[in-house]
């Protein structure tokens, strides 16, 4: 399994900007999967962005789609998130797939390990 360590997030007005930082560790293959998933009180969880590491390929949700980018390196992958709206507050979480098959979606089924969660606040 891999480790996964969460960091980032907090309270922001809205128009403002947040990074989130997940550090993993323990990979064991070079072509895995990392995406970012947010649930708020009483929604399903949603899939937030999501990359690939064999091409860089990445895919987000038509709700973030501008606003919010993802990027990895060696350590982690990371969602900086701009241009924040009260409806992007969320319990934010990273997941991780080693050796995955790249679909372009972002489906929490297809990830095996997960971050701890970071909540995110947007205020009016």
């Known amino acids: 399994r891999l480790q996964i360590v969460q960091s980032g997030g907090g309270s922001v007005q809205a128009g403002g900007s947040l990074k989130l930082s997940c550090m993993i560790s323990g990979y064991n293959y070079d072509r895995n999967c990392m995406g970012w998933f947010r649930q708020a009180p009483g929604k399903e969880r949603e899939g937030v962005a999501a990359i690939y590491t064999g091409n860089g390929r990445t895919a987000y949700a038509a709700s973030v789609q501008g606003r919010f980018s993802i990027s990895q390196d060696s350590r982690g992958v990371y969602l900086q998130m701009t241009d924040l709206k009260p409806e992007d507050s969320a319990m934010y979480y990273c997941?991780?797939?080693?050796?995955?098959?790249?679909?372009?979606?972002?489906?929490?089924?297809?990830?095996?390990?997960w971050g701890q969660g970071t909540q995110v606040t947007v205020s009016t």
């Open positions: 997941a991780a797939e080693e050796g995955c098959f790249w679909t372009g979606k972002i489906r929490a089924s297809d990830f095996s390990d």
